[in-house]
């Protein structure tokens, strides 16, 4: 049965430093790892996804990475800043996503 | 493109009625899931739909079904509806089935049981 875990589960940071959430999953056989992002009491905002076969990827200051055989994935915020405040959620994809339970993020000014 | 939408934003019911929320998937979009949050239990996926029928079911009870129309747009309906009920539903789409294509969720509906 695949566990996802998130470590760690609150982070409050002021503005400016580059930030690491991690995500670990226990079964390995996934189509993808999905990041998300969700502000309280809002839908969940689709940030990266990474393909099974691929190392990384990029969105602007978002950086995730995968290691399948490690079971783990890390979202790398650079310059962190007040509007990047919200909980992040990975989601490992087999024949439906699998949620962590969120790292919640306060950057203050 | 609008996104997902999904109605009504809030709810409030007491215990033993039903409730019907409703899902229209990104325009082209086949294939509708759901998923429940809870404080206690976080994201738990519920179900998927595509081209009408339910492809894949969640540890729910039977109280919980859904249904999808010909224009892809899904429905949830909960049954003699209980406290633990409470909680954030969320509906994502995407363009094909299973989740290794992405997945766009909407604002969610906010249940209260009482």
């Known amino acids: 049965k695949q566990e996802v875990t998130q470590i760690p589960a609150a982070l409050s940071v002021p503005e400016g430093e580059n930030l690491v959430l991690n995500c670990s999953f226990t079964?390995?056989?996934?189509?993808?790892l999905q990041w998300f992002r969700q502000d309280p009491g809002k839908g969940l905002t689709s940030l990266l996804l990474i393909q099974s076969s691929q190392r990384e990827q990029t969105s602007g200051r978002l950086n995730a990475s995968l290691d399948k055989s490690s079971g783990r994935s890390t979202l790398y915020i650079a310059a962190s800043q007040p509007g990047d405040s919200a909980t992040y959620l990975c989601?490992?994809?087999?024949?439906?996503?699998?949620f962590g339970t969120g790292t919640r993020l306060q950057v203050f000014p | 493109k609008a996104g997902v939408t999904q109605t009504p934003r809030y709810l409030i019911k007491t215990r033993g009625q039903q409730v019907t929320l409703s899902c229209s998937p990104i325009?082209?979009?086949?294939?509708v899931s759901w998923y429940q949050q809870t404080p206690g239990q976080g994201l738990q996926f519920l179900f998927e739909?595509?081209?009408?029928?339910?492809?894949n079911k969640g540890n729910f009870p039977g109280r919980f079904s859904g249904r999808q129309f010909s224009n892809s747009r899904s429905e949830m309906n909960v049954s003699t509806l209980e406290l633990g009920d409470s909680a954030l539903y969320l509906c994502?789409?995407?363009?094909?089935?299973?989740?290794?294509?992405?997945?766009?969720f909407g604002p969610g509906t906010r249940l209260t049981v009482l």
């Open positions: 994502a789409s995407s363009f094909q089935r299973k989740s290794y294509n992405e997945q766009f």
């Open positions: 325009s082209g979009h086949r294939s």
């Open positions: 739909y595509f081209s009408e029928t339910q492809r």
């Open positions: 079964d390995s056989a996934i189509y993808n």
């Open positions: 989601a490992a994809a087999t024949d439906k996503l699998i």
